[in-house]
């Protein structure tokens, strides 16, 4: 099970964290992922993180500006987004799979989405 969570409305230039608890028997060693998916547009891969946390994935658009990490447990994702723009309005959901990749099809199990809002 995905739970993903910390979405909310932010002005442009603030910033946000949001967390993806994976939980449940036999979630365990998965690389963790977030996608966004605006109205209207394609779902859009955002970040990843290898299960050990030594690898890290980001796409192009939020390089420099998001960060992803694990809790020491390994079992928590956190997506930090800073200097926000009001490009990053979506639908943000996590995702889990082997090894980090930026491609959705990839990736076994997903949770809901949470939404992020930038307003200038």
């Known amino acids: 099970q995905l739970q993903a969570s910390g979405g909310g409305s932010v002005q442009v230039g603030g910033s946000l964290r949001l967390s993806c608890v994976i939980s449940?028997?036999?979630?365990?060693?998965?690389?963790l992922g977030w996608f966004r998916q605006a109205t209207g547009k394609e779902r859009e891969f955002v970040a990843a993180i290898s299960w050990t946390g030594g690898t890290t994935l980001l796409g192009p658009s939020v390089q420099g500006r998001f960060t992803i990490s694990l809790d020491s447990a390994g079992n928590t994702a956190f997506l930090q987004m800073d200097s926000l723009k009001p490009e990053d309005t979506a639908v943000y959901y996590c995702a889990a799979t082997y090894v980090p990749v930026r491609t959705a099809l990839s990736y076994k199990y997903w949770g809901q989405g949470t939404q992020v809002t930038v307003s200038s």
């Open positions: 449940g028997r036999g979630y365990t060693n998965y690389a």
